[in-house]
């Protein structure tokens, strides 16, 4: 029976980690180190969704007044500097863009990034925002999504990255691929803080997928501490029911 007691023990222990990390198993991209629960990261991810995205792309299905309780805001500071349209609290993130105007300018209408990191994941985000490069003809494109329709939006704060390629020949043909991007011309923040930044996006476009995430995480701690809990008082119950059948 002592051992059944602490299988049931070991059980709830390893869960715990386990039921973390089943989210984050994507594909071979470097880690994004994203965290929704890093409630300040999310409030700077808002901060710069508002400022560099959320003119092309919507993110129809939150809405301020949820940012404002989720990210620990209030609605005065929301409105303050985070609301750049006539929006109210109560209102979607909606973009004031028409769909057919976009698709004319950038060949591609931006689509809305509402359950972006459900669809694609916090690390492929990550790993978007830091890939874009100018090529030779001065046309951006990036690695990570080749021949991407969007422009680099935030060049000012990275900088302007050149691709650094390699030729081999497959079967007497010349292919030319991109080893590595580096920066060329330095933009306004160090590499570092602009990381700090995409992380931030990424962890922000992760909350907006699933804001119920932080209070379900928040939950699944006391359910594994009431499980803890229960696994003892019964274990003690038995030792009780047989100390006068030995
Ligand atoms: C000037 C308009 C514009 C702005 C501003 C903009 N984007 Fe985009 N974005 C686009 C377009 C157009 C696409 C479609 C690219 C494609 O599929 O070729 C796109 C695609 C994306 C995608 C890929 C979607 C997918 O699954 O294919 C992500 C992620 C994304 N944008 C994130 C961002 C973030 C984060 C910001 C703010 C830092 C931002 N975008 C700002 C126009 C924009």
């Known amino acids: 029976m002592k051992t059944m007691f602490q299988t049931l023990l070991a059980t709830a222990i390893l869960a715990l980690p386990m039921a973390a990390n089943a989210a984050g198993a994507a594909g071979a991209l470097p880690a994004s180190g994203a965290n929704v629960n890093d409630v300040g990261s999310l409030q700077r991810g808002a901060k710069l969704y508002t400022n560099y995205c959320l003119g092309c792309h919507s993110a129809e299905y939150v809405r301020y007044n949820r940012l404002a309780e989720d990210l620990e805001l209030g609605e005065d500071l929301v409105m303050k500097n985070l609301v750049f349209s006539d929006a109210k609290i109560g209102d979607p993130m909606a973009i004031a863009m028409e769909a057919d105007d976009a698709e004319r300018w950038f060949g591609k209408a931006p689509p809305d990034l509402t359950l972006i990191g459900r669809s694609r994941g916090a690390d492929w985000v990550y790993n978007y925002l830091l890939s874009f490069y100018r090529d030779e003809h001065?046309?951006?494109n990036n690695t990570v999504l080749q021949n991407a329709a969007m422009p680099h939006v935030m060049w000012k704060l990275q900088g302007i990255q050149k691709p650094i390629y390699e030729t081999h020949t497959e079967d007497g043909i010349e292919v030319r691929t991109i080893t590595h991007l580096e920066l060329e011309t330095p933009g306004t923040m160090s590499?570092?803080?602009?990381?700090?930044?995409a992380r931030d996006l990424a962890a922000f476009?992760?909350?907006t997928s699933e804001p119920a995430m932080l209070k379900r995480k928040h939950i699944g701690v006391w359910v594994m501490l009431y499980l803890a809990l229960f696994a003892l008082i019964a274990y003690l119950l038995k030792a009780e029911y047989w100390r006068d059948v030995h």
Do not use: F, N, R, T
Not at 191 to 197: G, I
């Open 138 to 140: 001065g046309a951006w």
């Open 205 to 207: 476009l992760e909350y």
């Open 191 to 197: 590499p570092a803080e602009y990381q700090d930044a």
